[in-house]
């Protein structure tokens, strides 16, 4: 079984700051996945990262994936009230293994930005 | 109009009832799932569907059943409803061709008494 570590729980910070939110596992996913939900709604995809050692940016959130492919992390810079919310990362296993078409969701970090 | 639907939205039922909760998609993918979602644990499969004809147990499918009635159509059943199944359960599809992008309906807010 796949497992994902996700941490910390719980974020709460002032407007401006920075933070990061990090993913891990023992085991390798062929790719990660970050969504971010709001309450009364369901997860939406902000990003997926495929190869080992890869950086996405999506304006003030950077999203990499580790090296050896078990782990991931979400920095926001100069966070705002905007951003409050759930975020989950969720890894996808190998084609042809028993994870595959499946996603693996971590716990989850709620974010609290405070004006 | 949304791509995928849920109802209800939120449903309050007795212990030992038996309830269904239904999933409704307009993209067009052939993969559907059910979660169900509880604080502090992030969403955890119940069951998937790959296509019509293919139903499969998730990691916590006991005390819960699937049909796929078609190939938009994806519905989770209680058969008799228990208080801990009270949860966010939530259901999703995705294409293979879109790297296991899951995309999710609103959810349905689920409370056993």
């Known amino acids: 079984t796949q497992l994902l570590e996700q941490s910390p729980q719980f974020l709460s910070i002032q407007e401006g700051e920075n933070l990061t939110v990090y993913c891990n596992s023992s085991?390798?996913?062929?790719?990660l996945q970050w969504y971010r939900q709001e309450p009364g709604e369901g997860p939406v995809l902000l990003v997926t990262?495929?190869?080992?050692?890869e950086v996405k940016k999506l304006k003030r959130l950077t999203f990499q994936f580790g090296d050896a492919r078990k782990d991931s992390s979400l920095h926001i810079t100069a966070a705002q009230p905007g951003d409050t919310g759930l975020y989950l990362c969720a890894g996808s296993g190998n084609a042809g293994g028993t994870s595959y078409g499946k996603l693996t969701f971590g716990q989850g970090t709620i974010l609290t930005v405070h004006p | 109009d949304a791509d995928v639907t849920q109802t209800p939205r939120n449903r309050i039922t007795k212990t030992g009832k038996r309830i269904m909760l239904e999933c409704s998609q307009t993209k067009g993918h052939d993969r559907m799932y059910w979660y169900r979602q509880d604080p502090g644990l992030g969403l955890r499969l119940i069951y998937y569907s790959f296509d019509v004809k293919d139903i499969n147990k998730g990691e916590i499918s006991d005390g819960y059943s699937v049909s796929r009635q078609a190939q938009a159509k994806f519905s989770l059943s209680l058969e008799s409803a228990i208080p801990n199944q009270t949860a966010l359960y939530f259901c999703?599809?995705?294409?293979?061709?879109?790297?296991?992008?899951?995309?999710f309906g609103p959810g349905t807010r689920l409370l056993v008494l």
């Open positions: 990262v495929v190869t080992g050692g």
């Open positions: 999703a599809t995705s294409d293979t061709r879109l790297l296991e992008t899951q995309y």
């Open positions: 085991s390798v996913f062929s790719s």
